[in-house]
DNA sequence: GCCGTTTTCGGCCCGACTGTTTTCAGTCG
């Protein structure tokens, strides 16, 4: 079973629980562990069998047995036995927003509510404002929730930071600015944002309220205020600003970058302390004191800094406490891209122009991977293609100085796991990118054999996108990735973070794992034109949140030290 | 239910908003 399935009941279990009336505390417990099994780059069924998924954070001797009998019997018999008395469909009920466990709870109990359909109905019937607690408004907003189609997606990192960066901009040349910054999981960096969160100090909090409203981008202010504003955009993503004072900033902008999860392991952190932190100072012994800046928040706490893409209660506290949090890989340490696209395959641009976009963009090197003969989609390159590629490339090379194309190609891993061109023209290249894009299907013990096959051939230098998931869209195929990484490390063969902004494959807990097995991970833009060499940045930001080091990423090194890791 | 440089028992983040109340519980981020 997958860690997300387990974790899945775990989260049941938790609402479950919570519909009960349990204490909270034994609610968040749950919901804890489910984050942990979650987030865990290794297999916890396997750490389960092997007695040690008490190991995870938050995870005690109960959850543990609670593991291992799922595992056994693909049930939690506490989940069971309290699906006997609260109906299943109520945890659903739960998601819609005002309806938390106790007034869900209540639904039950005074109209007999066991599902969405069932609340639809009693909605209609004007039956809700009978019970206790609900009124005319309350009716409304379950009505206007059901017929809004339930939660709105989450949107990509690219489209929300394109969006949060605009609004930023559009506001930081505003008069009544002192401070502007964005803020929230798009500052963090993560894969999907649900909202924008932007955090200024301002002369003029009600100018800047105003020039927010009337920002291009905006399509309707939802409320608004002297602290600040709440808003959607065009495309119908909330946006939240927030003004508080310039001598707050530090705790505003610390408070709304979050992660909640992070935060709250500051606070309980900070208590132990004596510190009581909110988003408007840190007190002591009832002073308050406020912070301009983030540095001094973590300071005041007696932490070192923590960047915006660690905070999200992985044991970045513990390792700012001892001064061990990781010196991360930037955007200026990248050296070259080593897979891209050209007109020869499915690419946009021809080579000269891929080349001279990416020198332009400060890379040394550039890597030429156009897809191979069973792509199957659009162009391919027939073998005697590819041998003109790489007799294309060399001249091409012989024009330039202090840049350098590489010719590669991106081979297709059969099913059998061997790929689609003979070794003797893949030892003719510089390098070469296996990957999968076919048989999305197989059994996980044949994909996982599958990719160990391609891991174990010696030309290959890379798996590109190793999982194959497209975020939101499709889920990573089955494959082991215990052991793709074991092989990996074994055989010195890179793994790729895929900075297409719907890939990020590796995933950070992935390539997290990876890093620490000592597996070289490679951060490629997978450009299929000259503008999307810049999706870099967002491969950068999976690194990041992965705790990569400079060291950790390959090609951070010059061709010429890459290559050496990589003996042919 | 978990966890321990103040604890193996007694804690477990902080503040704002909302609706339906006559002083606040529930919900949210």
């Not at 709105?152 to 910054?181: C, D, F, M, N, Y």
């Not at 939240?240 to 909640?260: C, K, M, Y």
């Not at 992985?314 to 990248?334: H, N, T």
């Not at 590109?464 to 074991?486: C, F, M, N, S, W």
């Amino acid at each position: 079973m997958k860690n997300s399935d387990i974790a899945d009941h775990f989260e049941e279990l938790a609402a479950l629980y919570e519909l009960d009336g349990a204490v909270s505390y034994r609610v968040i417990a749950y919901r804890t562990a489910a984050k942990a099994i979650r987030e865990s780059g290794a297999s916890v069924a396997e750490m389960s069998r092997q007695g040690r998924a008490a190991e995870l954070p938050g995870v005690g001797k109960t959850i543990a047995e609670k593991v291992a009998a799922l595992l056994d019997t693909g049930t939690i018999p506490a989940a069971e036995k309290l699906k006997a008395k609260i109906p299943v469909g109520l945890v659903e009920i739960t998601k819609i927003p005002g309806l938390g466990p106790k007034r869900v709870r209540l639904l039950h109990t005074e109209i007999g509510v066991t599902s969405l359909d069932d609340l639809k109905q009693a909605a209609e019937d004007g039956r809700l404002k009978d019970v206790a607690g609900f009124g005319a408004k309350a009716e409304e907003n379950v009505r206007a929730a059901l017929a809004d189609g339930g939660p709105k997606p989450r949107t990509l990192l690219s489209t929300a930071l394109a969006l949060g960066e605009e609004l930023v901009e559009g506001l930081r040349g505003h008069p009544a600015v002192l401070r502007i910054e964005l803020a929230g999981s798009a500052r963090r960096r993560a894969e999907t944002c649900k909202d924008l969160d932007i955090v200024a100090a301002a002369s003029d909090p009600a100018a800047l309220v105003e020039a927010f409203g009337e920002l291009s981008a905006i399509d309707e202010v939802t409320s608004s205020g002297q602290a600040g504003a709440k808003a959607l955009t065009h495309q119908g993503v909330p946006v939240d600003l927030r003004i508080v004072p310039e001598a707050s900033f530090g705790n505003l902008l610390q408070h709304f970058t979050g992660s909640g999860r992070h935060n709250e392991a500051l606070r309980t952190a900070a208590v132990k302390r004596g510190l009581h932190v909110s988003e408007y100072g840190v007190t002591e012994d009832s002073v308050t004191t406020t912070c301009a800046t983030e540095q001094e928040v973590y300071e005041r706490l007696g932490l070192d800094y923590v960047e915006p893409e660690l905070r999200e209660d992985r044991g970045e506290l513990e390792a700012a406490a001892k001064g061990q949090l990781p010196d991360l890989v930037r955007l200026e340490d990248i050296r070259g891209d080593l897979h891209s696209h050209t007109v020869a395959s499915d690419g946009r641009n021809t080579l000269a122009e891929m080349a001279g976009a990416a020198r332009d963009r400060g890379l040394d090197y550039l890597a030429v991977t156009d897809h191979s003969a069973t792509h199957g989609f659009g162009n391919h390159v027939t073998p005697d293609e590819l041998r003109r590629q790489i007799e294309r490339i060399a001249k091409f090379n012989e024009t330039l100085d202090g840049f350098r194309v590489l010719a590669g190609t991106e081979t297709n891993v059969l099913p059998d796991g061997t790929v689609d061109y003979e070794d003797d023209l893949l030892a003719e290249l510089d390098w070469v990118v296996a990957s999968v894009h076919t048989s999305f299907r197989l059994s996980e013990k044949e994909m996982t054999e599958r990719m160990v096959t391609a891991i174990e051939h010696p030309l290959i230098d890379v798996i590109a996108h190793p999982t194959g998931r497209l975020i939101g869209k499709r889920e990573p195929y089955a494959v082991d990735l215990d052991q793709v990484i074991e092989a990996a490390a074994r055989t010195s063969t890179c793994l790729e973070i895929n900075a297409n902004p719907n890939r990020r494959d590796l995933s950070e807990v992935y390539a997290r794992e990876a890093a620490r097995a000592g597996v070289k991970i490679l951060i490629d833009s997978d450009a299929h034109g000259a503008e999307t060499l810049a999706n870099m940045r967002y491969g950068l930001a999976t690194a990041r949140r992965a705790w990569l080091t400079a060291d950790d990423v390959a090609n951070t090194r010059s061709w010429e030290d890459l290559r050496a890791l990589r003996p042919r």
